[in-house]
């Protein structure tokens, strides 16, 4: 049987990238969630994917909107990720001096982000003691050239190379 620490351990050893899923909660205000389970799932159609745990206070506040953006984070962005990977703090409590803008549809996209996407939840599946989220893709852009904000070995790194487009 594998235990959750050695899971944890192992897959610890692929590094992956920091987005923070944002929304605009039923009252108005905004909400977001620092997240390491992120992936594009389709082109055609255009979907996206993150697993929020079960857990989290932040996502039924997600799944209320309707939508979502994902936030891909830069590399200089780690304290926004702290920010928004505090627990118990309410929506608008995170976003203190974080600096955002709303989406096309609303979503809170936050500045300085590598890229955003917006999207339409359009599924939720069970997944353990997390959920899976599939997206429907409705706008989405690059924001400004730099290395993104790296998860690796439960530390957060950068790129040791130059990243050019």
Do not use: Y
Not at 31 to 53: E, I, N, R
Not at 61 to 72: D, H, L, P, S
Request: with cysteine; charged share 20%; aromatic share 6%.
């Amino acid at each position: 049987m594998v235990d959750g620490e050695a899971m944890r351990r192992v897959l610890g050893a692929f590094a992956g990238g920091v987005v923070v899923v944002t929304a605009t909660s039923e009252s108005g205000e905004p909400v977001g969630m620092a997240c390491q389970s992120f992936s594009s799932l389709s082109l055609d159609p255009p979907l996206v994917m993150f697993c929020p745990a079960e857990t989290s206070t932040t996502w039924p506040r997600i799944r209320a909107a309707g939508r979502f953006a994902v936030n891909v984070l830069a590399e200089d962005q780690r304290e926004t990720c702290a920010a928004m990977a505090r627990g118990g703090t309410g929506g608008a409590g995170k976003f203190a001096g974080v600096p955002w803008r709303p989406a096309p549809g609303g979503s809170p996209l936050l500045d300085g982000a590598l890229a955003w996407i917006e999207a339409d939840i359009d599924r939720e599946l069970a997944g353990g003691d997390h959920s899976v989220v599939i997206g429907r893709v409705t706008a989405l852009d690059a924001g400004r050239d730099a290395g993104p904000l790296l998860f690796f070995r439960s530390r957060f790194g950068a790129l040791s190379e130059p990243v050019g487009v």
